[in-house]
C-alpha cells in the first residue's frame, strides 16, 4: 500500500471512530425540530462533523440539457449533509471528459463520480486515479463497465431492461414499428435502451440525430416522420429529445405514438396532457445524491455499497396514472 493511500486509511478510522458521538450528538440536537443546518447547505438538517473532503464530479453532462441539473442537485444535498466540498464538470467528449478527470487528480480529490457513457475514454485516467489512491464510483452512465475500471459502485439504471420494458408497454398498446432516436452515437446507455426496445419490438429502426443541435433533431425527424409510413411510434431518449420529436410530430403532420425516457417538468406536463404516452424515469436526483453520499460512506469507514454490483435507479414507468403525482417534483428539479 502506497503512503497516499495508509493516510487515506487512517483519515477514515479516525472519521469512523468520530461517527458514533457525531451521531448521538445529531439525535439530541435534532429533537423537537429541525435545527439549521452547518456550513451553508441547503435543505435544514444536521452537516456531518466527520472532517471535510473533496469529491468531484464529471460527467458527459451536453450544454444546457436539464436532465442533469437534477443529479447536480441530488449531489449538492449530499454534499451539504456529509461536510463535503463538492466540485462539477462536464464534457460530452470523451476525451475531454477524461482530461477533466486529470485536473481532479492532479488537484488530490478524495473521490470522483464520473460517467461512463464512453468507458473506453476513461480507462486510462481512472487507472491513474486508482494508483493515486482515489475511490471512483460511476453513476447515470456504465453499468455493465463500472468495476472493470475501478470503480467500486455504480447507480443508475439498468438501460437494456429500461429499454425492454419501454417496448413491452409499447407493445401493449398495439406499437409494432418504432423509431427510437438516439441523440448521441456510441453512448453505451443510449445504445442499450434502443437495443432493449428491439428485443421486445425487432422491427424498432433506430434514428440517430445530433443531440447538440435541436434544430437538427427536429428537420431529422420530421424528415423521417413523412417518409416512413410504417412508422408507429417515435421514442426519444431524453426529455428535451421528446418535446423537441412532439414539434417533428405537428410538422410531419404524423399520428405516431410518442413515449420517453427520463423525466423534466414540461415532459411530466405532457404525459398529464395526453401528448406522451409514458416516460421510462431513472430518478437522477438519486443518481447524484447517492454517489456523493456512498464516498462520504467510504472516507468515514471504508463502507461500500452495492457489492461490487450496481445499484439500481430505475427503470420506472411514469404514465398519466401516476404523472400528477411526479409533476411537482419534475418542476422543482428533483425527479
Known sequence: MNQRRTTRARRRLAAAALLVPALALTACSSEGGRTEAQGGGE???????TERMKVAMVTHAPPGDTFWDTIRAGAEEAAAKDNVEFLYASDPEGGRQAQLVQQYIDQDVDG?????????A?????????????????????EQEFA????????GSDEQLAGRTAGERLAEEGVQHPVCVIQDQGHVGLEARCAGVKEALPETEILYVQGTDMTQVASTATAKLQSAQEADAIIGLGAPITMTLLDAKADAGSDVTVASFDLNGDLAQAIVDGDVLFTVDQQPWLQGYLSVDALWQDHRGAFRIGGGQP???????????????VLQYAEEGIR
Not at 435543505?43 to 462533523?49: I, L, N
Not at 470522483?112 to 473506453?120: E, F, M, N, R
Open 43 to 49: 435543505g435544514g438538517g444536521e452537516v456531518a462533523s
Open 112 to 120: 470522483i463520480a464520473v460517467t461512463l457513457a464512453k468507458p473506453d
Open 122 to 142: 476513461l480507462r486510462d485516467v481512472l487507472q491513474r486515479a486508482e494508483d493515486a489512491g482515489i475511490p471512483v464510483v460511476s453513476l447515470n452512465a456504465g
Open 148 to 155: 472493470e475500471v475501478g470503480a467500486f459502485a455504480h447507480f
Open 311 to 325: 445499484t439500481l435507479t430505475g427503470p420506472a414507468i411514469v404514465d398519466r396514472d401516476n404523472a400528477e403525482q
